[in-house]
């Protein structure tokens, strides 16, 4: 078994109103940035015990769609690396 680093990161779907990102883009922008776009996320690193690369996807996979991510607002990524 290796120990793989996965790490999930959900957002919120287009089209979802999300106030956290709306209140830090007013923000920039009051701070001189320009911005077109801003959306928020929540970033899970997990590391697990598993037999390949692939098996760790799918475990990070399998939790982001139990627990991490509700398909029905969120959308997810898993990005795996061998710690």
Known sequence: MTTYTATVTVRLK???LDPEAE???RAL???GFELEALRSADQFE???DAASASDAED???E???RLLA???IHD???DVTEA
């Open 76 to 78: 997810y990524d898993v």
């Open 70 to 72: 509700n398909p029905t």
């Open 14 to 16: 287009r089209g979802v």
């Open 29 to 31: 922008e009051r701070l």
């Open 59 to 61: 475990r990070a996979d």
């Open 23 to 25: 209140t830090t883009k």
């Open 46 to 48: 997990v590391d697990v």
């Open 63 to 65: 939790m982001a769609q």
